[in-house]
């Protein structure tokens, strides 16, 4: 299935470095991490671009919403992210998403909503800015326009992002960031 709205975004080594001093320890996280350069240029390229709210700070979390299942995730990443990117709570971002189907079940942290597709189980999602810029071939820019592209989304999605956000708070549930890296 193609995606919605196509990322179309390319993966930034600089950004993946950045990132990778921020969420390794050592070497062989290192290493784990730099095997996944392929997988994340895909999602970053073809992946479901998706809203996503900065939700906390300390610790820094973003909830990340998914048309295809109704619901929101919450990702863990380094508080230094946040600096880095100038975000505070309720900062609009985007995500590029991919998604699978193992089982008839939803994640552990996964709870569909009344619209979800069915069709998934499971959503990984990417935060553009923390790895992307614009892909040169197909679009000028950075930072700015991954930026603009919240307001692909009108205010109604972006009441649900909320809604979903204020009621997965009380579940105490988040994944590391950087999930699909390790």
Known sequence: MAAERP???KLKYKKFYQ?????????????AFDMTTQMLGHILLKGDTQPAVVYSLNPFIVSAYSDELDAVVFLRFPEELAGIYDLSVGS?????????REGNRAAFDI?????????????TPVVQLFFAGKNQILFAGGDDEIRARTADFSESVWARVNELTKDYAQKGLSRDGFFYMR
């Open 7 to 9: 990322a179309n975004v």
């Open 19 to 31: 990132v990778r001093k921020l969420a390794c320890k050592n070497v062989n996280e290192q290493m």
């Open 92 to 100: 609009r971002l985007v995500t590029a998403c991919n998604y699978s």
């Open 111 to 123: 709870f569909p909503g009344a619209a979800a597709s069915g069709l998934y189980s499971d959503v």
